[in-house]
């Protein structure tokens, strides 16, 4: 399988505790976006890279949240002393890098985050 | 008030019939737009997309943009029950890094 892993699917976790997701792109992608989904809602971006670089940030990225991708292959995504409004699907997506055109982002199965 | 807005459905329709998708956008600087299909519990995946105005076909799919408006639509021919999922429209500006999504319409297709 070719497309965008994450890892885990699903977390369950304590309100508190740290967190962090992974997630794998598509072989050679050079962006790589994380995006979170609540329920019933479209996902909302959060952050991307370009290779190793982070680019954007979103205001909804606050303090508790980090992201990396020191390699410019995989990326994880942190959420420290979560809360129960974290709880949400984190989704990650990879293009190869954008001109002036579209450039279709591959979404990964997303990893569902529930803090109790 | 959301850039792009869509109504929640849910939209049930028997299997067959035609099933009629819009978002309505708010900045004009989005160029491309987009129809991602998503699955109880699984990332979106990519229908189609069109740049700026006009009209796309794909089998059983048709994409529209009216930018004047700032209307999307999206028309699923023939609805089958594995087309139940939720419709998600989106868009990005020109050379743009982020997809600004709406909020998903839920359809389900009866057999």
């Known amino acids: 399988d070719t497309g965008v892993s994450q890892d885990p699917r699903h977390k369950i976790t304590k309100r508190g505790q740290n967190v962090t997701f992974r997630c794998d792109p598509i072989?050679?992608?050079?962006?790589l976006y994380w995006y979170r989904q609540t329920l019933g809602q479209g996902p909302e971006f959060l952050t991307y890279f370009q290779n190793e670089a982070q680019l954007e940030k979103s205001r909804l990225l606050s303090d508790r949240f980090s992201a990396e991708r020191p390699k410019g292959s995989f990326s994880t995504l942190e959420i420290q002393r979560t809360e129960q409004g974290d709880s949400a699907m984190y989704l990650c997506?990879?293009?190869?890098?954008?001109?002036?055109?579209?450039?279709?982002?591959?979404f990964g199965p997303g990893t569902r985050l529930t803090v109790l | 008030q959301k850039e792009v807005e869509q109504d929640p459905g849910p939209l049930s329709v028997p299997e067959g019939a035609i099933v009629s998708l819009n978002c309505t956008y708010s900045n004009s600087a989005f160029q491309y737009f987009m129809w991602y299909r998503q699955y109880s519990r699984k990332g979106p995946e990519l229908l189609m997309y069109t740049y700026s105005s006009g009209n796309k076909e794909d089998g059983r799919f048709t994409a529209q943009v009216d930018k004047s408006s700032k209307y999307i639509s999206l028309f699923i021919r023939d609805s089958q029950p594995s087309d139940s999922a939720t419709y998600l429209c989106?868009?990005?500006?020109?050379?743009?890094?982020?997809?600004?999504f709406g909020g998903g319409t839920r359809v389900l297709v009866k057999p």
């Open positions: 997506a990879s293009t190869p890098l954008a001109g002036n055109t579209y450039n279709e982002q591959f």
């Open positions: 989106a868009t990005i500006k020109a050379a743009g890094n982020k997809l600004t």
């Open positions: 072989s050679e992608h050079n962006r």
